[in-house]
């Protein structure tokens, strides 16, 4: 109900009722969106048309989500199980054998962003310990990589992970104000700044990506270079999804289309 003005995009709300504070979305395979709110998970078609739903498990907030290559949801807390791996009917599976607070394999310190490559693994934005955590297929864990500061390879509260076609990772560096390329075993490319704290990426099929800060959306090419932007104070943006048509980001109140 709220016009927003960005020419020449068109833009489409859909309502999220279903969906408390929408934090995070994704693309599954069929086509269905994934949307996690602060305590539930929600399938939905992408004219908002409800799936499936359940309230998520753990007793923290849900901070992102992802499906897998073979069709499972994957969403991550801020508290322990941390990692929680459900059918796209919302039916739990398993969880991972995570922990508490801590700095070892499989602890976590407010945990936010999660990706899964094509051989499924899962990358988790260890944030409050400035690393990613690697897990492998079955939620075990396979390595780190990642340490406090600003340097190549280094992090500062890293919040959101994508992985292009090439299984390149591009990880929100949120309070460097920059975007780091990485190889799948850590391995530092390149960087380029961002304007604002980037919070969530997504990646299309040409490796166009796609950023979120709190009250901006921008596309940018693979390095670093500025499509378009769109900054617009009334909405407050989370998670962000790319599919060959639309650019789905989080609200707090919907799941707005672009």
């Known amino acids: 109900g709220i016009n927003i003005p960005c020419d020449p995009c068109t833009i489409q709300v859909v309502s999220s009722n279903a969906v ?21 998970i929600t399938v939905m078609d992408k004219e908002g048309c409800i799936i499936s739903t359940a309230n998520s498990q753990g007793s923290g907030s849900n901070r992102g989500i992802c499906v897998t290559p073979d069709n499972y949801i994957l969403v991550v807390s801020s508290q322990a199980p941390h990692i929680a791996k459900y059918t796209m009917d919302c039916t739990l599976v398993s969880t991972a054998n995570t922990r508490a607070y801590g700095s070892g394999p499989l602890q976590f ?64 560096d949120r309070d460097n ?66 599919d060959d048509e639309h650019v789905y980001v989080c609200d707090t109140a919907s799941v707005i289309i672009f």
């Open 109 to 172: 310190y407010w945990s936010q962003g999660i990706a899964v490559s094509a051989s499924g693994h899962v990358y988790v934005c260890d944030t409050g310990n400035h690393r990613i955590q690697v897990l492998n297929p079955d939620l075990t864990f396979s390595h780190m990589f990642g340490e406090k500061g600003s340097g190549p390879g280094q992090f500062h509260s890293p919040c959101g992970v994508a992985i292009d076609s090439q299984g390149m990772l591009y990880v929100c």
């Open 177 to 242: 104000n920059r975007i780091q390329k990485l190889s799948s075993t850590g391995a530092y490319i390149s960087e380029f700044e961002t304007p604002l704290c980037p919070q969530s990426i997504a990646i299309d099929t040409n490796n166009v990506l796609y950023i979120i800060s709190e009250h901006s959306i921008s596309v940018y090419t693979a390095d670093g270079k500025t499509i378009n932007t769109l900054q617009d104070n009334t909405i407050t943006c989370h998670g962000v999804a790319v």
């Open 20 to 40: 408390y504070h929408p934090i995070a979305i994704a693309i599954a395979p069929s086509g269905l969106l994934v949307v996690a709110g602060e305590t539930d």
